[in-house]
């Protein structure tokens, strides 16, 4: 079998040698970690995304973690969110307490479906977690329409698309709190890393006690001096580094960049597969920009465990993203059953992610390309 000279993977970071100076500046600075790095980089990317407030953590999955405590959610809150995300989408309302409400996806946008979000609102529904999957914005008009409606919270899982747009916004405005994901897959990095960013003060400030133990310096404490604090709630540490913060300042620079390489290389795999038989590609919602952190297919009328070892093989990182999340065992072990959402689990079974990352070559695409087609006819 012909393979590639080196193994195409389906999502790489892009470090320049601007980055990489950029933390070793901050390696020889006096802050290594909760300096002056972290409000500069909050400060870019709420500017970059227009929202007021940006509140930097560990990683996204914490700050999902934070957003769920900022918005109130606990004990016998029910949160609706998507099954075809990562599991940390889900995780996050476990996390204070709350029950994972798994609505369907639509059939062509691969995104949460607005009207499953209605069916599934009780009155024990106290947020909705829609998630941006694969970089496509979720249908916030209708999303936020919904929780007007029923008083809820929205909390945009945006781990994929930092950059994008709806409606000629870019992600990070339309929800209650929206989450940006920075690991290297996504469309920057920090290394690890992730960000809320909202309007509302409110969530702001507890976000910012949440993600440091939930210390805060209250009015007595500022009586007694600027060395006492009091810690007010059980938060955790879930600070970002300044040399994360460091990368990210750097990194954001070149995002349009990095986005529109992610744009051309979709539409060179939308152009060349849209009318091959056997292979559907993605659809877009109309008035929006994708990120494209993920280009996805789905294979009609062919064994996907057969195309993607094949696809391995030739050294093409093809994946599938993601195992819907009450497949888990421990969301089978909550009493989530299969079957929940059929729309979902049967686009699962069909679905294939090929390689798009801004270092990838044309072609490399051109290889990924061919050698999908060439095992599409021989089978």
Not at 206 to 218: A, N, P, V, Y
Not at 226 to 231: A, T
Not at 321 to 345: D, S, T
Request: glycine share 8%; hydrophobic share 40%; proline share 3%.
């Amino acid at each position: 079998m012909e393979k590639y000279k080196c193994f195409i993977s389906y999502g790489q970071q892009a470090i320049d040698e601007e980055d990489i100076q950029t933390v070793i500046d901050t390696l020889r600075s006096s802050n290594l970690t909760q300096g002056p790095k972290i409000a500069e980089f909050e400060q870019v990317i709420a500017n970059y995304v227009g929202a007021k407030y940006a509140v930097a953590f560990c990683n996204g999955t914490a700050a999902l973690h934070g957003a769920c405590y900022a918005a109130g959610i606990g004990e016998g809150d029910e949160v609706i969110t998507s099954p075809i995300t990562f599991a940390a989408s889900a995780n996050c309302i476990r996390y204070v307490g709350g029950t994972v409400v798994f609505a369907d996806i639509d059939a062509e946008t691969y995104n949460i479906d607005i009207n499953q979000i209605r069916a599934k609102i009780t009155e024990k529904t106290r947020a909705i977690i829609p998630v941006d999957f694969t970089g496509q914005p979720a249908d916030m008009d209708e999303v936020m329409a919904i929780a007007k409606e029923h008083n809820l919270v929205v909390i945009e899982d945006g781990a994929h698309s930092l950059g994008a747009e709806y409606k000629g916004l870019k992600i990070g405005t339309q929800a209650d709190m929206t989450m940006f994901s920075f690991h290297p897959v996504k469309p920057i990095t920090t290394a690890e890393g992730g960000i809320i960013v909202t309007d509302n003060e409110d969530y702001y400030n507890k976000l910012l006690k949440f993600r440091s133990h939930g210390i805060e310096q209250t009015s007595y404490a500022k009586e007694q001096g600027s060395w006492y604090y009091e810690m007010t709630d059980l938060g955790f540490n879930y600070r970002m580094t300044d040399l994360q913060a460091a990368l990210g300042i750097s990194q954001i620079n070149k995002i349009d960049t990095f986005l529109q390489r992610r744009r051309d290389i979709a539409a060179m795999y939308t152009e060349s597969l849209q009318k091959f038989e056997g292979i559907k590609v993605p659809q877009q919602l109309e008035e929006t920009k994708s990120g494209w952190h993920l280009y996805m297919i789905q294979l009609e009328g062919i064994n996907r465990k057969q195309v993607f070892e094949e696809m391995r093989a030739a050294n093409i990182g093809v994946h599938v993203h993601y195992i819907p999340v009450y497949w888990h065992p421990y969301y089978q072990q909550l009493g989530y059953k299969k079957g929940l959402c059929p729309v979902a689990e049967k686009w699962y079974e069909k679905a294939l992610t090929l390689p798009i990352h801004p270092q990838l070559s044309n072609e490399e695409v051109a290889f990924v390309i061919n050698k999908l087609k060439s095992f599409m006819r021989i089978n």
